[in-house]
């Protein structure tokens, strides 16, 4: 996978080469981070970013949930670059709320339905 921070940046339209806005890039992801920790997407024990070191798979390593990059575009651009007419920002709003539902029920799944089977002993003989 790729850099987390020269992801988001690139869909915000700054060149990885482009420092000048990292401290503030970095801390949206950050806070949309806990965000989806409190979706239940992530690992239990949450995640942040210091600097464009940090790769998506250390924080989605099942495909399952490319979502979130979609999600982590989204809630960045709606704080760090929010969209000047309304009609835009509920577009987005929508999107947002429509993604936050869908990575909260592939969570669940994954929750529900391990990749490693569950052998439950029937109590026999």
């Known amino acids: 996978m790729s850099s987390i921070l020269d992801d988001v940046k690139h869909m915000l339209g700054l060149l990885p080469a482009e420092t000048a806005f990292?401290?503030?890039?970095t801390i949206h992801i950050?806070?949309?981070?806990?965000?989806l920790k409190q979706l239940g997407v992530g690992p239990p024990e949450g995640f942040f970013i210091e600097d464009n070191t940090a790769d998506?798979?250390?924080?989605i390593p099942d495909e399952r949930l490319?979502?979130?990059k979609s999600y982590m575009f989204l809630r960045v651009k709606s704080?760090?670059?929010p969209p000047a007419t309304g009609f835009t920002q509920a577009a987005m709003?929508?999107?947002?709320l429509e993604l936050e539902w869908r990575l909260r029920l592939e969570a669940e799944e994954q929750v529900l339905s391990p990749l490693e089977p569950i052998?439950?002993?029937?109590?026999?003989v």
């Open 22 to 25: 990292d401290i503030d890039v």
């Open 30 to 35: 950050n806070t949309v981070f806990t965000t």
């Open 56 to 59: 998506w798979s250390e924080f």
């Open 66 to 68: 490319n979502g979130v």
């Open 79 to 81: 704080i760090f670059d």
């Open 93 to 96: 709003e929508r999107q947002i």
């Open 119 to 124: 052998i439950i002993d029937g109590g026999g």
